[in-house]
């Protein structure tokens, strides 16, 4: 069964018939973590770098950014049993209109942003395909942790994670 | 060789645009339309009435009164709104085939057309331009060349891929290395065939800004940025992606900076939620075949 996370939205799930997945990101970046040990998984889908631009917006909703998503993705997991040192990380999206590096750079900053938090924590990404031009559609699968990415496009080429 | 004899033939089986929208167009240019002319134009078509009274009801606008009648929506709504309503309502027919080449769900071409349209109308507003129909209409119709150009899309994907990959172009430079012809110019010929407005052919012609004549209208400047900013956003991206150029230009002219962007993105988010009642104008397929009665 397949469960959508929509944008600046996340899932979090320990039921193992569930495909946890987010349709075609674009800047925005999805981070999925699971614990193989409980087989507790999450997918969080988040827009923006960070939540000082709107404070109230990120009350509201804090999986719109970054900074208020991720660690907000790994505390719903520990409550379902998960644990930090088993987290598997992948990381997908992040992309940029062609051109140079200085405008219309939302997919880096969102991704600057997301290692920032991570380093900060000491959490590793296990695997991750980031930035470029491409669109993605990301799958988290709960019985067995194994997530892929879909590049949009004729092939509809599948990358593994 | 060269695929375009074969992409202009191909303009010879072009639907006619519909006719209600078409007399809608033609509205876009006068300066003030009286309630009593829209009412004239869209009052024989009971979808298209359908379609008003159902949009106006939705959280798009947020009324707390219940619209009942075409008078009363037009009063509540004013004329702005609702010509854009029945554009909208009016052009579902032509985003009814699948384009493959560029979107594997059917409904993506007709999706992305209506998020631009909206990030259109969102611009106007962050940057206190006049929210007119012109730009929500250019932003609608501005991929409309994609329509036909699919095909052949479709056909050379891997070629047209390949050039974006090695030579780092967009994908727009792409389809015209490749085919000959790029959805832009495809879309203004088109324009041209449906008899559309100027300002509207040449927003479409040029949204890519990839000809210096692209920066004589703000027009066209801002569904160029509305598009961009719509790939960023994601959602409803084809196979040609992100594959577009960003230009700081752009920004620049319209005194924004990369904040400024991420709050327009934000917004976008919640207005998107709130227009799911236009995405599905697709859905209703009887809707679609008496908008084309005129």
């Known amino acids: 069964m397949q469960v959508v996370v929509g944008v600046a939205d996340m899932r979090i799930s320990k039921q193992s018939e569930q495909v946890v997945i987010t349709h075609a990101l674009g800047s925005c970046i999805g981070v999925a973590i699971y614990d193989p040990l409980v087989k507790v998984g999450g997918l969080l889908h988040f827009m923006l770098p960070d939540s000082s631009l709107d404070v109230e917006k990120s009350r509201e909703n804090p999986c719109m950014f970054a900074d208020t998503g991720i660690p907000r993705l790994f505390r719903e997991c520990y409550r379902l049993g998960a644990v930090k040192h088993r987290m598997q990380v992948k990381v997908a999206g992040g992309s940029q209109v062609l051109g140079g590096p200085e405008h219309f750079n939302i997919g880096r900053r969102n991704y600057a942003a997301l290692r920032k938090i991570f380093l900060k924590n000491n959490v590793l990404i296990d695997n991750e395909d980031v930035g470029g031009v491409k669109a993605r559609t990301m799958y988290l699968e709960i019985a067995t942790g194994r997530v892929w990415v879909k590049i949009i496009g004729q092939n509809q080429t599948i990358k593994a994670l | ?294």
Not at chain 2, 52 to 60: Q, V, W
């Open chain 2, 1 to 294: 060789m060269s695929l375009v004899p074969q992409v202009l033939r191909s303009l010879k089986n072009l639907p006619p645009f519909p006719m209600v929208a078409q007399r809608t167009l033609l509205l876009l240019n006068k300066p003030e339309v009286s309630i009593q002319e829209l009412v004239e134009v869209v009052k024989f078509d009971p979808a298209i009435t359908a379609n008003i009274l159902r949009i106006s009801n939705s959280a798009y606008f947020g009324l707390r009164r219940e619209i009942h009648s075409l008078q009363q929506a037009l009063l509540l709504l004013g004329t702005q709104e609702l010509l854009k309503i029945v554009i909208a309502s009016g052009a579902t027919r032509l985003f009814s085939a699948p384009t493959p080449g560029y979107f594997s769900e059917r409904q993506g071409l007709w999706r992305h057309s209506v998020s631009c349209a909206l990030m259109v109308d969102l611009l106007c507003r962050e940057l206190s331009l006049p929210d007119h129909a012109t730009g929500f209409t250019a932003g609608l119709m501005h991929d409309i060349g994609k329509v036909v150009l699919s095909l052949f899309v479709e056909q050379k994907f891997h070629e047209i891929m390949e050039v974006v990959e090695q030579q780092g172009v967009s994908f727009q430079a792409a389809e015209k290395i490749i085919l000959g012809v790029d959805h832009a110019e495809m879309g203004g010929e088109m324009a041209r065939m449906w008899d559309f407005p100027d300002r509207l052919r040449l927003a479409i012609t040029y949204h890519h800004l990839d000809k210096p004549e692209a920066y004589t209208d703000d027009l066209i400047l801002l569904v160029y940025l509305a598009d961009i900013l719509v790939l960023m956003f994601g959602q409803d991206l084809g196979s040609d992606g992100l594959a577009y150029t960003g230009y700081p230009e752009v920004l620049r002219h319209f005194h924004l900076r990369e904040r400024n962007l991420q709050k327009i993105l934000l917004e976008f988010g919640s207005a998107w939620g709130e227009a799911q009642i236009f995405f599905g104008l697709m859905g209703q397929k009887d809707g679609i075949q008496r908008a084309n009665r005129g």
